[in-house]
């Protein structure tokens, strides 16, 4: 199993511009959730979905869309990228969020917004 | 979820067991808690999680007081690629809680 996989890897926006993270999984996971982790902080919850075809808002959710068209795929679109919005991204996955089942973190996105 | 107390940093050397240390004394009943870490640059890593009872895998020990307000993860032999930031979390497990609260974590250094 490759796992949790994200692309790009690197990028750089200008303000204004919009771009689609990828994130996919082949472990046939349910959970799937998109976090941002900021210079010194910790992680923070964007969007997270339950299963194709649903998903909702974490908590810093504004600017940012998703949507779970399968099982295996979980993009993350920023509409108008803004320099707040530079940061390291994170995909995660869960086989559920039931019980104590762990979750599996993807290599990250480097986003600078300029 | 239960708020966590970890101390910023620890120093550990190489070959010996690094305790780390971790206080959520309002946890509940049925709070789980999870550890993770975090190797520069990459993404989080799951560790071991546990509810009440003691826990080991391949990777680490967890400890977990009988008043459940304190645990300690133990990595038996550390190496130089354990230094990371080690994250407790504690979380229901289920029903509409789906994030993990990352605070700020434990920064391992482990010393040749």
């Known amino acids: 199993n490759a796992g949790v996989t994200q692309t790009p890897k690197f990028q750089v926006l200008k303000t204004g511009q919009s771009m689609t993270l990828q994130c996919a999984q082949d472990?046939?996971?349910?959970?799937m959730s998109w976090y941002r982790q900021d210079p010194g902080m910790g992680l923070r919850l964007i969007h997270y979905?339950?299963?194709?075809?649903?998903?909702d808002q974490g908590e810093v959710p504004n600017g940012y869309n998703v949507s779970r068209s399968t099982t295996e795929d979980f993009p993350l679109r920023l509409l108008s990228a803004a320099p707040s919005q530079t940061s390291v991204y994170f995909c995660?996955?869960?086989?559920?969020?039931?019980?104590?089942?762990?979750?599996?973190f993807g290599p990250g996105t480097r986003l600078t917004v300029l | 979820d239960a708020k966590t107390t970890q101390p910023p940093s620890m120093d550990c050397a190489e070959g010996r067991a690094a305790n780390l240390p971790c206080n959520h004394s309002?946890?509940?009943?049925?709070?789980?808690v999870y550890w993770y870490r975090q190797i520069h640059s990459q993404g989080p890593q799951y560790i071991i999680h546990?509810?009440?009872n003691n826990e080991t895998n391949e990777m680490a020990s967890l400890i977990i007081t009988e008043d459940r307000k304190s645990s300690t993860l133990i990595l038996p032999h550390a190496t130089l690629r354990d230094t990371a930031v080690y994250y407790c979390?504690?979380?229901?497990?289920?029903?509409?809680?789906?994030?993990?609260?990352f605070g700020k974590g434990t920064l391992l250094t482990v010393n040749p």
């Open positions: 995660a996955s869960s086989y559920s969020i039931v019980g104590g089942n762990e979750q599996f």
């Open positions: 472990m046939n996971h349910e959970y």
């Open positions: 979905s339950v299963g194709a075809g649903i998903t």
């Open positions: 309002t946890i509940s009943g049925n709070e789980y």
């Open positions: 546990g509810l009440k």
């Open positions: 979390i504690v979380r229901v497990a289920g029903g509409s809680n789906y994030k993990l609260t």
